[in-house]
């Protein structure tokens, strides 16, 4: 089999179990096979919290495509997947632009994991456009807030902060449908935000 047709076969998320699953091989085999497609470029490595290795393996990789999870796993402790990752090319990708997309998801996970996030936020103005583009001024403030119980961050400017803040006639948004804190209401109350976490899941190990 050349290495087209190897990379044809394996494109996606794989195990080693997997691989061999596709390729009918035994194991000394089917690493031989990452071993060759990893040498091109074809495969990105990460584990799990369980010490199991997962292989990226994509003709997007050898490009020098990133994509959000890429970041967010850079960044965090709790590392995340994809099943569909879009790749963005020709510009780097921002913390700013991946913690919008990271509310947007709806996943308790990945927002957990995107919280870390925050202590690469550099650019409020952009970050500031960007939730307000969104309509998520006040999720990201209230995230903010969090963050800051767990993580060293930079300050938060006072203009962003005025500017999120709540009016006293809006009635309270949520993260998660349904998913309200019971350790976090002082935040909370603050942005009129429910929050989908409470402590428990901040000690979750990755």
């Not at 179990?17 to 060759?36: F, G, T, V």
């Not at 994809?82 to 308790?108: C, F």
């Amino acid at each position: 089999m050349n290495l087209k047709e190897t990379l044809s076969k394996l494109q996606g998320i794989q195990t080693i179990e997997s691989i061999m699953d596709l390729l009918h091989a035994d194991r000394q085999k089917a690493i031989y096979y990452i071993h060759r497609l990893r040498k091109q470029g074809y495969v990105k490595t990460r584990r799990l919290s369980s010490k199991k290795r997962v292989y990226n393996i994509s003709l997007e990789n050898k490009l020098g495509g990133k994509s959000y999870y890429d970041l967010i796993n850079e960044n965090s402790p709790i590392k995340v997947a994809a099943l569909n990752i879009h790749l963005i090319y020709g510009k780097e990708i921002s913390a700013e632009e991946t913690l919008v997309y990271v509310l947007k998801t709806g996943s308790l996970r990945v927002i957990l994991a995107g919280i870390f996030l925050f202590k690469k936020i550099t650019d409020w103005k952009k970050l500031y456009a960007l939730a307000k583009e969104n309509k998520l001024l006040r999720q990201v403030g209230a995230l903010y807030d969090l963050a800051r119980l767990l993580i060293k961050v930079s300050k938060m400017p006072l203009r962003f902060r005025n500017n999120s803040l709540p009016q006293p006639q809006q009635k309270y948004l949520e993260i998660i449908p349904q998913l309200r804190s019971r350790d976090f209401r002082e935040i909370e109350k603050v942005w009129k935000v429910h929050l989908p976490f409470n402590k428990a899941d901040l000690e979750v190990q990755p």
